[in-house]
């Protein structure tokens, strides 16, 4: 229920497809990605073919969904979507695959996480476009071949490293998707304004991208509270005050910790002197599940350089000290 979480939640997925964009040309930043699959799909397009196998691997909310559904758009072709978790058993991908038409993109969210049977059976159908039924059992089963049209996977990992070589190496293309710059979310946030039709400034979208955890989905989601206050409260237009007010009620601060992260902080500093401190001591401290802490938590406080996992425990580093307006000591790690 976090409003900083990267997860979309059901209110996302309705606005969602309103605010994604449609071709490579109004997909923002991503650039590397971007120039690779521009040429990817118009060397496919000059060859009258489909698409090789395209990889995203980056954390959620940074527009794996969006790109394969871009794909399918700028190949002209359908798209099927579904995800790892969905496919339990080989025969409920041997279903999609067999009912896939000439050129659709299949999208499979969250690939590494798919039953091996299944994906067993797609190392097949990646390279060959074949698959093989099994009918029967024990020593009477038989394999029968089915042919499949040629298709276009397009699969979505958190961490390409999490994928057997043998996946990741039957696809063709890569693409990296990494965190959005501030500039970047700015960018985001102007396009889904418009889209939205919100007035906002340009230091309210500042403001509002600077809390976004370098994601695109908080970003958007972010928009919607601060249009929410700026129509009760104000006049209906985001400017910076607007903007920062709003998050301050919502309690994302400046930037971008919501109450749980400050709460680690701050038990982190006040009671422990900075650390080191066991996970599940400062887990204790805050009232809050071992998991909650480590998984929630703590890898936007790592990766926001306020928080070091050492051997020796959980460590506040100076930048924490001084986001939570205190002076660090000076054995605080840098
Ligand atoms: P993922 O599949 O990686 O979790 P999505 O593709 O569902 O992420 O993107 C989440 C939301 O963020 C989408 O609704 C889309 O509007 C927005 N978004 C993501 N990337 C971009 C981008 N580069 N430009 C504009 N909006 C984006």
């Keep these: 229920d976090r409003l900083v979480t990267a997860e979309a939640d059901g209110e996302d997925q309705a606005v969602e497809a ?5 071709s490579l040309d ?33 954390p959620p909310g940074l527009g794996k969904t969006t790109l394969s559904m871009i794909i399918a758009a700028e190949m002209g072709a359908p798209i099927r979507i579904t995800s790892g978790p969905a496919i339990q058993h080989a025969g409920d991908l041997a279903a ?10 299949l999208f499979l969210d969250e690939i590494h ?62 693409g990296h998707m ?23 400034d340009a230091e309210g979208a500042a403001e509002i991208a600077g809390r976004s955890r370098g994601t ?9 509270r601060v249009r929410d206050y700026a129509q009760v409260r104000a006049d209906g237009r985001i400017n910076r005050e607007v903007a920062a007010l709003a998050l301050d009620v919502y309690e994302v601060d400046a930037c971008g910790l919501d109450r749980l992260d400050r709460a680690v902080l701050h038990a982190l500093v006040t009671l422990f002197g900075g650390g080191p401190v066991g996970l599940s001591t400062l887990a204790v401290a805050v009232g809050e599940e071992t998991e909650t802490v480590e998984e929630v938590a ?36 840098g």
């Excluded at 999609?96 to 993109?105: D, M, Q, R, T």
């Excluded at 990494?178 to 906002?200: G, M, N, T």
């Excluded at 695109?216 to 919607?224: D, G, H």
């Excluded at 930048?319 to 000591?329: E, Q």
Aim: glycine share 8%.
């Design 298 to 333: 703590e890898p936007f406080l790592v990766r926001s350089g306020m928080l070091a996992r050492t051997p020796r425990g959980r460590v506040a580093t100076a930048a924490a000290w001084r986001h939570l307006g205190l002076v660090a000591p000076p054995t605080a790690a």
């Design 26 to 58: 109004e997909f923002i930043g991503q650039e590397r990605v971007r120039e690779q699959l521009s040429l990817v799909l118009r060397a496919a397009r000059a060859r009258g073919g489909t698409p090789d196998h395209v990889l995203l691997s980056g």
């Design 178 to 200: 990494d965190f959005y710059a501030p500039a970047e979310l700015e960018r985001v946030l102007h396009r889904s304004a418009r889209l939205l039709d919100v007035p906002v």
């Design 113 to 174: 996480r798919m039953s091996r049977p299944a994906e067993e059976m797609l190392y097949m159908a990646m390279e060959d476009f074949r698959v093989d039924i099994i009918v029967g059992k024990g020593p009477g089963a038989t394999a029968i071949p089915l042919e499949l049209p040629p298709f276009t996977l397009v699969g979505a990992t958190t961490r390409a490293g999490l994928l057997p070589p043998p996946l990741r190496d039957r696809f063709g293309f890569t």
């Design 216 to 224: 695109p989905r908080i970003a958007n989601r972010l928009l919607r």
């Design 96 to 105: 999609i695959l067999s009912s896939l038409a000439e050129g659709e993109v």
């Design 18 to 22: 309103a605010l994604r964009p449609r």
